[in-house]
T-cell receptor, first 111, second 111 residues
Framework: DAGVIQSPRHEVTEMGQEVTLRCKPISGHDYLFWYRQTMMRGLELLIYFNNNVPIDDSGMPEDRFSAKMPNASFSTLKIQPSEPRDSAVYFC?????????FGDGTRLSIL | GENVEQHPSTLSVQEGDSAVIKCTYSDSASNYFPWYKQELGKGPQLIID?????GEKKDQRIAVTLNKTAKHFSLHITETQPEDSAVYFC??????????FGKGTKLTVNP
C-alpha cells in the first residue's frame, strides 16, 4: 500500500523565485494536511483540507503562501515569492478517521 | 487553543532500559492523543495512539497512559533497542482531525 508521496524531496532555489511542493495522499483518505518543520518552531500546521475543500488555513504564515487541492489525489503548496526564512522541511499528511500518515517531506532551502 | 508541552527534550538510556516521555495538554476537550516516531530524513510515523475513553494502551514494547484529570499522557518504551533511537512527538486533538504537536524528544539508546 503506497504511503503519502511528496515531491520534490529536496529543493534549493534563490529568494524571489516561486516554489511549488506537491503531494499525493493515500487513496481513500479524505483529509490532507500541510505542515512545516523547523528547529525553532517544531511541527506547525499550515492548512488542511477535507474532501478537497480548505477547512483551516490559519497557520499559513502570509499571503506569499497558497495551497490547492484540485482533486482527491493531488495537492500543491506554493510560495511566491520565496524568502530565506521559508527554509524548512515541509510535510504533507493524510488521514481518515483521525490517524494522520505523513510523507517523507520536502527539504526546502532558499538562498 | 490547545497547547502541548513535552518533556524531556533529550533522553539517553542504555539498551534494555525503559524510556518514558511525558506530555501535558491544556484543552480539556481534547480526546485523541497519538505518538509519532521520526527518524532522520523521514516523516513522522504513527506508533501508537489513545482516545480519551481509555486509560492505557499497549502494543508489544510500547505503551501509552492517559490521565484526563491531570491532563497528561505518557509514552513508555520497555527493553529499549538501538533502533528505538529517534525523535518522538506527542500530539493532542481537541477538534476534528486537527493535531497540535509537542516539541519532540530526542531519544538515544546506547548499545
Amino acid at each position: 500500500d503506497a504511503g503519502v508521496i511528496q515531491s520534490p524531496r529536496h529543493e534549493v532555489t534563490e529568494m524571489g523565485q516561486e516554489v511549488t511542493l506537491r503531494c499525493k495522499p493515500i487513496s481513500g483518505h479524505d483529509y490532507l494536511f500541510w505542515y512545516r518543520q523547523t528547529m525553532m518552531r517544531g511541527l506547525e500546521l499550515l492548512i488542511y483540507f477535507n474532501n478537497n475543500v480548505p477547512i483551516d488555513d490559519s497557520g499559513m504564515p502570509e499571503d506569499r503562501f497558497s495551497a490547492k487541492m484540485p482533486n482527491a489525489s493531488f495537492s500543491t503548496l506554493k510560495i511566491q515569492p520565496s524568502e530565506p526564512r521559508d527554509s524548512a522541511v515541509y510535510f504533507c499528511a493524510s488521514s481518515r478517521s483521525g490517524s494522520q500518515h505523513f510523507g517523507d517531506g520536502t527539504r526546502l532551502s532558499i538562498l | 487553543g490547545e497547547n502541548v508541552e513535552q518533556h524531556p527534550s533529550t533522553l539517553s538510556v542504555q539498551e534494555g532500559d525503559s524510556a518514558v516521555i511525558k506530555c501535558t495538554y491544556s484543552d480539556s476537550a481534547s480526546n485523541y492523543f497519538p505518538w509519532y516516531k521520526q527518524e532522520l530524513g523521514k516523516g513522522p510515523q504513527l506508533i501508537i495512539d489513545i482516545r480519551s475513553n481509555v486509560g492505557e494502551k499497549k502494543d508489544q514494547r510500547i505503551a501509552v497512559t492517559l490521565n484526563k484529570t491531570a491532563k497528561h499522557f505518557s509514552l513508555h518504551i520497555t527493553e529499549t533497542q538501538p533502533e528505538d533511537s529517534a525523535v518522538y512527538f506527542c500530539a493532542a486533538s481537541s477538534q476534528s482531525e486537527k493535531l497540535v504537536f509537542g516539541k519532540g524528544t530526542k531519544l538515544t539508546v546506547n548499545p
